[in-house]
């Protein structure tokens, strides 16, 4: 397990130098050097040789540390997308708890304005009452005097 989280960790080094302005000077640098090596008395067919050699096996290290870090970017996408799932999820689990807390507070006020309703309907049948009782008061008070 160590020495795979090492190989991801020199195949993201390696790929990010590649791309980097470094690289383009050590190549270009490697490249000439080649080619005027039939200059100090290396045949051309055998530089050709080793150039051929050195390009391919390159290219094809680049490759797979490339695919390695597709692969590793590919799974960081897919651990976001799983922690964003579970955020869409909380979230639409407090809209739910929101909606149900303005629910009650709905009904908690219908039930306020029932209340008050029902209660300005016993003062107004208090009142009618206590007319009636002083109406009803008046012709008793009126024989006993």
Not at 43 to 62: P, Q
Request: a negative charge; hydrophobic letters at 40%.
């Amino acid at each position: 397990m160590k020495q795979k989280i090492t190989m991801e960790k020199s195949a993201h080094v390696l790929t990010k130098w590649i791309g980097s302005a470094k690289s383009v000077v050590l190549h270009s640098l490697f490249f000439v050097i080649t080619f005027s090596s039939p200059l100090f008395g290396i045949s051309f067919d055998r530089m050709m040789l080793i150039l051929t050699t050195v390009v391919s096996l390159e290219a094809i290290y680049l490759s797979i540390f490339i695919q390695m870090s597709i692969n590793m970017n590919n799974q960081s996408i897919e651990t976001l997308q799983e922690g964003i799932d579970v955020i869409s999820e909380d979230i639409e689990e407090i809209s739910e708890g929101i909606e149900e807390m303005i629910e009650d507070e709905e009904q908690e006020n219908i039930d306020t304005q029932s209340q008050a309703e029902v209660l300005k309907s016993i003062q107004s049948t208090l009142y009618d009452l206590q007319k009636q009782l002083n109406a009803l008061k008046k012709p008793c008070n009126k024989k006993n005097q």
